[in-house]
């Protein structure tokens, strides 16, 4: 999709990281936005920031996990924006745990939200989005999506099925020669709030004295749950704006496999060259990445 002007794009988890510059830069660009968010406070937030730019914002509040709330969404954006052209399925949030400790609850929250609120928002909108002259679903996964770690299994199950679903649809789309072009996002390490908000559901395990969890591979002690997720934050190549600016420079490209920082790039080129033992080589990439944290900024 070469322009966004004039185009109605519906954002996923739209009050916080990438959701939310994803609607900035898009609302810069001249495209309408529709604003979906389970927070009510974050999502009046971006809306709040968007009224400089002088474009068409809804705002709807829903759980991409409900099936039910997700389908009524088609309707409500066309009858505020006419139609809808773009569908960013971007919701996510971050838990780990290892296999042994984790709950069917967690299953089912984990799950429900980062797979199947990707399948519930591309089913829903896809009718609509083919009758468009031009259209574009743009399905987050994750780095996590093509390699594995320790105590994240829930996310990997989650965001390789988001990369197995959206390279099928792909195929569909191409084979039926449709207008709907279907990306996969496989994001690095990215400044946001996931690892916060995950703390908050209380779905962040996190032992300070055990020093093998998640924050430590980013060389920092962190001593609680709030400061681990800071850490994530602060430590990141690249914040949530500039990893929307690639997402969106991609999609004018029409690059369908969208890689985001240079952390991305090093774990798939690692993942493919040495599949069987990536696990052992990615604490080089962690030292590489303590040596040049962060990454050269986006000139656009
Ligand atoms: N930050 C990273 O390092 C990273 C890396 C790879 C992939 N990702 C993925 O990128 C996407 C965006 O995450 P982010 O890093 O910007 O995180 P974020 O936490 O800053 O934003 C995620 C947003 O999704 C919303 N959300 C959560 N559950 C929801 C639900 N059930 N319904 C509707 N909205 C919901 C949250 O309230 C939040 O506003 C996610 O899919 C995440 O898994 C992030």
Redesign the pocket.
């Known amino acids: 999709m070469k322009d966004f002007k004039n185009k109605v794009a519906v954002i996923?988890?739209?009050?916080?990281?990438?959701?939310?510059?994803l609607a900035i830069e898009l609302a810069k660009s001249g495209a309408n936005i529709a604003l979906?968010?389970?927070?009510e406070t974050?999502?009046d937030e971006t809306a709040e920031l968007l009224k400089k730019y002088n474009v068409g914002v809804s705002k709807h509040i829903?759980?991409?996990?409900?099936k039910e709330e997700v389908y009524n969404l088609p309707d409500k954006v066309i009858e505020e924006h006419g139609s809808v052209d773009m569908v960013f399925?971007?919701?996510?949030?971050?838990l780990a745990s290892s296999v042994e400790d984790s709950t069917d609850e967690d299953w089912e929250w984990g799950l429900?939200?980062?797979l199947h609120?990707?399948i519930n928002g591309t089913r829903a909108f896809l009718p609509h989005l083919k009758k468009r002259p031009e259209a574009a679903i743009v399905n987050?996964?994750?780095?996590?999506?093509l390699l594995s770690v320790p105590n994240q299994s829930i996310?990997h199950v989650?965001?390789y099925g988001?990369r197995g679903f959206t390279e099928s649809l792909a195929l569909e789309m191409k084979m039926e020669k449709s207008n709907v072009e279907v990306y996969s996002?496989?994001?690095?390490?990215?400044?946001?709030?996931?690892?916060?908000?995950?703390a908050r559901n209380g779905k962040f395990e996190f032992d300070p004295e055990k020093q093998d969890d998640g924050p430590n591979i980013f060389g920092s002690k962190a001593k609680t749950v709030e400061e681990a997720g800071q850490l994530?934050?602060d430590k990141?190549p690249i914040n949530?704006n500039t990893?929307a600016k690639i997402i969106l420079k991609n999609i004018k490209k029409k690059n369908k496999r969208i890689l985001?920082?240079s952390d991305?790039y090093a774990y798939d080129l690692i993942q493919r060259i040495f599949p069987k033992w990536y696990i052992y080589l990615l604490p080089f990439v962690f030292l590489i990445r303590r040596l040049f944290p962060k990454d050269k900024p986006l000139n656009r």
Not at 12 to 21: I, N
């Open positions: 996923t988890g739209a009050g916080s990281g990438m959701g939310r510059e979906a968010e389970i927070d974050t999502l829903l759980d991409v996990g409900n399925n971007n919701a996510g949030v971050g429900g939200i980062l609120g990707v987050t996964s994750s780095i996590f999506g996310y989650g965001k988001v996002v496989h994001p690095g390490h990215i400044g946001t709030n996931i690892a916060n908000i995950g994530f934050k990141a949530a990893a985001v920082g991305a």
